[in-house]
């Protein structure tokens, strides 16, 4: 397998053979021509990335789309990749990473293309933002990294809810500086209970989910309410956990940079930015100076800033995992001379605020009982998995509240898609309606009867 220290090295030398095969053809022989010659360094990136596709016509179009992604990135780091296509050698470099295998249009759709943060906000809960640190007070440089308060870097994975990941981020930096504890908190929790302006998957904006954590009284954990990178049914039991709380938020003005350097000074900002340039998908390390729109459609959170080679930045974890970027992080030109800043990251950035301590780790109801002697996690349902002479001799759980159980004995369904289709594991919202989600697999409940458990998995039919 080809290390990925080589991998920069072949795209440049397999490129020079790739651009002389392509000059001597045209359309489809010039597209087959540069997967041919990009053919062992897709093999090696397939290896270092345990690719594998499922039909040869997959794997083509992959290859296809790799190699252009090859050419390209070829082509930005021998040069003329410079700020607005200038011929000056680039700021930042790009790379082959988990992405290389998509189409620009397929990585967009899937991490870009159902969000809608440059939608109207909500007002802010403390009538706006009022620096109170000066401008030259501020430090040269800042990593709020280095003082704890940023957790690891997450993959929001095809589901479209950057907004979340910014929003939890935000409030993940807040409560370390005011309280001392650093807790991961659960995205999915606002994916699948904060629906009065936000959507899921579907997009949505930090500033309603800051609301709906002040309106709910708090966020639960991610280790309990664990992400699932898909829209799901509101765990009730779980909203109630209000293990992180805060008391307001603030938007920094728009188009402000110097307030919004004085924010960041204070804490993590949950920013909106333009991350459709290509550039962005393929993204390594350096700082990024376009070009770029200013067309808001991702939501990312700043994290700090500084200077390098006499050229500032900011800062930026994503939500794109750790093999993108810098280990998901990514350098932003700051100081461009543009109003709304590169990118429009000085267009729409907001923070919460936080004066009061979290609650007390409040007692939970305890399992959820299915008979006198078996039990399921709490927040589950209990469903009769094997019934015999009109009792439930074997009890699993779905990890649903209020769940529907089907007749396969093994799945069940969200109460708001309530139709089991199990021969295709999916589950409707009515009978021949093409809206469904995923099925959920049961698991054992827990028995107080010793080895009862394992006595009905031999016996199960």
Not at 21 to 33: K, L
Not at 283 to 299: E, K, M, N, R, V
Not at 307 to 325: A, L, M, P, Q, T
Request: aromatic share 8%; net charge neutral; proline share 5%.
């Amino acid at each position: 397998m080809a290390s990925a220290n080589y991998l920069p090295v072949l795209v440049l030398l397999l490129s020079a053979s790739a651009a002389a095969a392509a000059a001597a053809a045209t359309g489809v022989e010039r597209e087959g021509n540069l997967s041919a010659a990009y053919e062992p360094l897709f093999e090696a990136w397939c290896a270092e990335h345990g690719k594998a596709y499922a039909s040869p016509g997959e794997r083509a179009a992959r290859l296809a789309a790799f190699a252009d992604n090859a050419a390209f990135v070829a082509a930005h780091n021998a040069g003329g990749g410079g700020a607005g296509g200038s011929n000056a050698a680039p700021s930042y470099t790009l790379a082959l990473n988990a992405f290389a295998d998509l189409t620009h249009a397929e990585f967009r759709a899937a991490r870009l293309g159902r969000l809608a943060v440059g939608g109207a906000r909500a007002p802010p809960s403390e009538g706006g933002f009022a620096g109170s640190v000066g401008v030259g007070a501020v430090p040269e440089a800042l990593d709020w990294r280095q003082s704890g308060a940023v957790t690891k870097v997450k993959d929001q994975g095809s589901c479209g809810a950057c907004w979340s990941f910014s929003a939890t981020g935000a409030i993940e930096g807040i409560n370390k500086i005011k309280t001392g504890s650093l807790i991961s908190l659960s995205e999915q929790e606002l994916i699948d209970c904060d629906r009065s302006y936000n959507a899921g998957c579907g997009g949505g904006l930090m500033d309603y989910a800051y609301r709906f954590v002040i309106k709910n009284g708090g966020i639960d954990t991610e280790d309990d309410y664990p992400y699932r990178e898909a829209d799901g049914t509101c765990n009730k039991n779980k909203l109630k956990r209000h293990v992180v709380t805060i008391d307001g938020y603030s938007d920094v003005p728009a188009n402000k940079e110097d307030s919004l350097l004085q924010a960041v000074a204070q804490q993590p900002i949950s920013v909106g930015i333009c991350g459709s340039a290509r550039a962005f998908q393929l993204y390594s390390q350096g700082i990024f100076d376009g070009p770029c729109p200013t067309s808001l459609d991702h939501a990312v959170l700043i994290v700090g800033y500084g200077s390098e080679g006499g050229k500032d930045y900011w800062i930026v974890k994503n939500s794109w995992g750790e093999r993108w970027g810098m280990k998901g992080y990514m350098h932003m030109h700051r100081n461009t001379g543009s109003s709304s800043g590169i990118c429009g990251i000085n267009m729409m950035a907001s923070f919460p605020t936080k004066t009061s301590p979290n609650p007390p780790p409040s007692p939970g109801p305890g399992p959820t009982k299915c008979s006198a002697f078996t039990s399921c996690p709490e927040g589950s349902t209990c469903c009769c998995s094997w019934r015999a002479l009109g009792f439930c001799l074997s009890w699993s759980c779905c990890e649903l509240d209020n769940a529907v159980c089907c007749k396969d004995n093994r799945s069940c369904c969200p109460h708001d898609y309530p139709i089991c289709d199990t021969d295709r594991g999916r589950c409707l919202k009515a009978n021949g309606n093409i809206s469904s989600v995923v099925g959920v697999k049961r698991k054992q409940a827990f028995s107080k009867v010793p080895y009862w458990n394992g006595l009905l998995e031999l016996l199960d039919p």
